[in-house]
């Protein structure tokens, strides 16, 4: 029995806020992890240098605009963090395309200290995530063609997670695949993969 429009409706927004809120979460975890001691953390949250400082605070904004997505009022300031984000991506994007530097990697670490073992330069898989949520925000919740490009993105993040799953379980190298393969760390996975669920059930 098809439960009723308004019950569904309220359901499919809960999800899109609790998905907004656990990414929102994770990217203040990476963050975090970056400033302060969190090796107590370690058997529950491995390797949260995995993902840059910059990949953390981007995630962090595409929880946000999700979350302000989800209410009437708050949805101009999402569309703000869609441009955001989409500028932010391509200019990430831009550097490892054309070799140059425009010193956005180490801009929220500051004097902290870099572990010999990470990278401050943010993935590529998390970069073009970025530029397609948002992209996706400032479709959504427009007109009827917006919100189809919006689901559409969402659609294609979703791929995105799928084929690099599929790559990381064949041992696929992404030195020798760049794309589709491209590097992912796990949070980075799993945060894309809430974003383009919570981004469908908000739509």
């Given at each position: 029995?098809?439960?009723?429009?308004?019950?569904?409706?309220?359901?499919?927004?809960?999800?899109?806020?609790?998905?907004?809120?656990?990414?929102?979460?994770?990217?203040?975890?990476?963050?975090?992890?970056?400033?302060?001691?969190?090796?107590?953390?370690?058997?529950?949250?491995?390797?949260?240098h995995?993902?840059?400082?910059?990949?953390?605070?981007?995630?962090?904004?595409?929880?946000?605009?999700?979350?302000?997505?989800?209410?009437?009022?708050?949805?101009?300031?999402?569309?703000?963090?869609?441009?955001a984000?989409?500028l932010?991506?391509?200019?990430?994007?831009?550097?490892?395309?054309?070799?140059?530097?425009?010193?956005?990697?180490?801009?929220?670490?500051?004097?902290?200290?870099?572990?010999?073992?990470?990278?401050?330069?943010?993935?590529?898989?998390?970069?073009?995530?970025?530029?397609?949520?948002?992209?996706?925000?400032?479709?959504?919740k427009?007109?009827?063609?917006g919100?189809?490009?919006?689901?559409?993105?969402?659609?294609?993040?979703?791929?995105?997670?799928?084929?690099?799953?599929?790559?990381?379980?064949?041992?696929?190298?992404?030195?020798?695949?760049?794309?589709?393969?491209?590097?992912?760390?796990?949070?980075?996975?799993?945060?894309?993969?809430?974003?383009?669920?919570?981004?469908?059930?908000?739509?």
């Amino acid at each position: 029995m098809a439960l009723p429009v308004p019950r569904a409706a309220r359901i499919a927004l809960g999800l899109a806020r609790l998905c907004a809120l656990v990414v929102c979460a994770l990217g203040a975890l990476v963050l975090a992890s970056w400033y302060f001691d969190l090796s107590p953390f370690d058997p529950l949250f491995p390797n949260l240098h995995s993902m840059a400082p910059n990949a953390g605070a981007g995630v962090f904004a595409a929880g946000l605009g999700l979350l302000c997505l989800t209410y009437r009022s708050l949805r101009p300031i999402a569309w703000l963090i869609g441009c955001a984000l989409v500028l932010f991506g391509t200019a990430t994007v831009a550097q490892d395309l054309f070799r140059f530097d425009l010193g956005i990697d180490r801009v929220l670490l500051g004097t902290a200290t870099v572990p010999a073992d990470a990278s401050t330069r943010m993935a590529p898989g998390i970069a073009g995530s970025l530029i397609m949520f948002g992209l996706a925000l400032l479709c959504a919740k427009g007109d009827r063609l917006g919100s189809a490009i919006s689901q559409v993105l969402a659609i294609a993040m979703l791929a995105q997670v799928l084929t690099v799953l599929t790559g990381n379980a064949y041992g696929v190298s992404t030195a020798d695949f760049p794309f589709p393969f491209t590097s992912m760390s796990a949070y980075g996975l799993l945060s894309v993969l809430l974003l383009a669920i919570g981004l469908l059930a908000a739509s």
